[in-house]
């Protein structure tokens, strides 16, 4: 069965300094992975996937995400926070027959200014 | 391009009334769609999805059914709504091939009172 876990309810940075928002997998086979935003109220906003290639994903809003197969980790990533990405963020896997998406939990991540 | 339309935007709706929350899709043909609820603004869980006409496989056995009586059109119902039916809905869709991702709909939020 697939499986995303977000192990981070809340992640709190300052604005300007790095952020990271883990999620680890478990999948059988490939993995196809994917990060989502959601602003309070609203429906979910895709930011990057992974499906092959490179290992560094780069997405909206200077997103990046960096895939590890050992680590068996998708961590989102950006250099540089902005109090206007705070938000909900939500890991997903793609199950293999490609008509379901998994969720992680969501870890909401709030930039103090 | 493609667009996704939910409606309406908020539901308070009193125990024991019928529900139907209605989903549409423009500029793309035989998408696969989603239902998703949303409880404490948290994690998401998957209740319906469809990849055709007719098609409706359920994931959690509750007090909803979802139809799709029209290629683009997805709609979710309820007889009687419960207390514990209260949360936030989304929908989304996919294309039938590829390893793509959802969009989501913007939700509704239902209060069941």
């Known amino acids: 069965a697939q499986s995303v876990a977000q192990p981070e309810d809340q992640v709190n940075v300052a604005e300007g300094n790095p952020l990271t928002v883990k999620c680890t997998y478990s999948?059988?086979?490939?993995?196809?992975l994917f990060w989502y935003v959601q602003y309070p109220n609203r429906g979910l906003q895709f930011l990057l996937k992974?499906?092959?290639?490179?290992?560094l994903v780069k997405g909206s809003y200077g997103f990046e995400a960096e895939f590890n197969k050992s680590q068996t980790s998708f961590h989102l990533k950006k250099p540089s926070a902005l109090v206007s990405d705070s938000a909900l963020y939500f890991c997903?896997?793609?199950?293999?027959?490609?008509?379901?998406?998994?969720f992680g939990s969501g870890t909401k991540l709030n930039v103090k200014p | 391009s493609q667009t996704i339309h939910q409606w309406p935007a908020t539901l308070v709706q009193p125990v024991g009334s019928p529900l139907s929350l209605e989903c549409t899709v423009e500029g793309t043909s035989n998408p696969n769609l989603y239902w998703y609820r949303q409880a404490a603004g948290r994690g998401l869980q998957l209740l319906f999805y469809s990849v055709g006409i007719g098609q409706i496989s359920s994931e959690v056995p509750q007090n909803l059914s979802a139809s799709r009586p029209q290629d683009r059109q997805f709609i979710l119902s309820s007889k009687k709504l419960l207390l514990s039916d209260s949360g936030f809905y989304l929908c989304?869709?996919?294309?039938?091939?590829?390893?793509?991702?959802?969009?989501f709909g913007s939700g509704t939020r239902l209060t069941v009172v």
């Open positions: 997903a896997v793609r199950d293999n027959n490609f008509n379901k998406f998994y």
């Open positions: 999948v059988s086979g490939n993995p196809y």
């Open positions: 989304a869709w996919s294309p039938g091939q590829g390893l793509y991702g959802y969009t």
């Open positions: 992974y499906i092959t290639g490179d290992n």
